[in-house]
């Protein structure tokens, strides 16, 4: 089964930057689309960006874009979510997935692959 790994959330200020990674043990990565999800107190579960196999299409939510950058690097099996202007509204524990399935649809299913999930705290 394929594990995925988060890190890089944490507590940050409004206005600033966190790049969240998430690497995969035990089987590569390069064959499937992955994407970042996020989920605040209350709230449903966001797709937020995702990415396709070979890092040539990625789609964005209304709310992240111009902000985050999803990116991935398949020699070192990891992707990235670069945020940069962090908003309160930002809160959420964010979550790395993985699918073999077009990246077109990827931010609107249940992906079968997840990580455990980082915190990431926007606050003064």
């Known amino acids: 089964q394929l594990q995925l790994v988060e890190s890089g959330g944490g507590l940050v200020q409004p206005g600033g930057s966190l790049r969240l990674s998430c690497t995969a043990s035990r089987f590569p990565l390069n064959g499937f689309a992955l994407g970042w999800f996020r989920q605040a107190p209350g709230k449903e579960r966001e797709g937020v960006s995702c990415i396709s196999s070979s890092g040539g299409a990625t789609t964005y939510a209304d709310s992240v874009k111009g902000r985050f950058t999803i990116s991935r690097d398949n020699a070192k099996n990891t992707v990235y979510l670069q945020m940069n202007s962090l908003k309160p509204e930002d809160t959420a524990i964010y979550y790395c997935?993985?699918?073999?399935?077009?990246?077109?649809?990827?931010?609107?299913?249940?992906?079968?692959?997840w990580g455990q999930g980082t915190q990431v705290t926007v606050s003064s």
């Open positions: 997935a993985a699918d073999s399935i077009p990246v077109q649809a990827m931010c609107n299913i249940t992906p079968r692959n």
